[in-house]
């Protein structure tokens, strides 16, 4: 479910999505992403408690339908019906007849989950399958299981962006397909809603990923969006994703950490908008809470739970 079907699937009110799917063209004007943070804003009591369902079960409707069900109950009926379903019971035959390898799928996806909102490189998946499974996997047969986990939609990949018809170098970010799924699989929880991972400091770089791998997510949900990302190069920054609209492009950090440096935290949006050929009229900094503001006009700020409003 997209976010604001979760607060209603909690009787939480929280009206309708944002975003109104009548076209792309107001996702390129800051208007439209500070009229989205106003609304959070004015909403922020019923917007906080969707986020803290959200954040903590998922969004798919058996982990809400019955709240008061223990999480350990609700992560073995989405490992049953939802992982497993895909894994061992919906494989496809591949090539030649040759059926794909359940327990190899299986570490993939376990390994997927592990670098959720990261842009690992196809050999660290090699490695750790191999190591997991004292098996010989080379490195083309775990990229074809890991599209495949892309093709079930258990996953989504956002491939690097590419600008002037030259395809910048790296790998794509893994973003799940709900984070939940990690929580089931893995049996790890990891906090995302700020109260609770202000009693977990030690968590905060790990729940920075999964807000990359849950915002990837939702912004995969627009029709005809294009997203992306930037690897690092040379004295260019990192991007964590960059949306692509007809020939302009909106440069989007995540930064959810309690304080943001002004600086150090802008710097790669500040770069990408500076260099005119990227057409980036602004950028998007999405942070934890609604108390994060950055001076400067070329950057619009909000908090996660905010931008998920979108849909």
């Known amino acids: 479910m997209i976010f604001t079907e979760v607060a209603r699937f909690r009787d939480i009110e929280l009206g309708s999505p944002f975003y109104e799917e009548n076209g792309l063209e107001p996702l390129t004007e800051r208007g439209f992403w500070r ?22 079960r998922g969004g798919y409707p058996l982990a809400h ?13 989405l490992n ?8 061992q019971h919906d494989l496809r035959l591949g090539e030649r007849g040759r059926r794909r390898d ?40 775990v990229r074809s299981y890991l599209q495949f986990l892309a093709d079930t939609l258990l996953l989504r990949l956002v491939e690097p962006l590419e600008i002037r018809l030259k395809r910048r170098r790296g790998n794509p970010k893994i973003c799940l397909a709900d984070h ?28 920075g990923h999964l807000a990359e791998s849950i915002l990837g997510a939702a912004l995969l949900t ?24 007809g020939s302009e492009r909106i440069p989007i950090e995540v930064k959810y950490q309690r304080r943001i440096d002004p600086l150090r935290d ?25 108390e ?4 400067d006009p070329r950057i619009v700020s909000l908090p996660l739970s905010s931008i998920l409003l979108l849909r």
């Not at 009229?35 to 903590?56: H, I, T, V, Y």
């Open 35 to 56: 009229a989205l943070r106003e609304r959070g804003m004015n909403d922020r009591e019923p917007r906080d408690a969707a986020f803290r369902c959200f954040a903590e």
């Open 80 to 87: 049953e019906n939802v992982i497993r379903r895909v894994i």
């Open 292 to 295: 994060t503001e950055v001076d």
């Open 102 to 141: 359940a327990a190899l799928l299986e570490e993939v996806f376990r390994f997927a989950c592990r670098y959720a909102g990261q842009s690992p490189g196809i050999q660290i998946f090699v490695r750790e399958v191999q190591r997991a499974l004292s098996a010989n996997a080379g490195g083309q047969r």
């Open 180 to 207: 939940g799924l990690r929580a089931s699989w893995l049996q790890e929880a990891i906090p995302i809603d700020p109260a609770a991972l202000a009693s977990c400091p030690e968590l905060t770089a790990l729940a």
């Open 65 to 77: 339908e019955r709240a008061e069900v223990p999480w350990g109950q609700v992560a073995d009926q």
């Open 266 to 290: 802008t710097e790669s949006l500040r770069s990408f908008i500076e260099k005119t050929v990227n057409r980036a009229p602004f950028g998007l900094l999405v942070t934890q809470t609604d």
């Open 222 to 245: 627009i029709p005809g969006l294009d997203v992306a990302h930037l690897p690092s190069r040379g004295d260019e920054p990192e991007l964590d994703f960059v949306l692509g609209v």
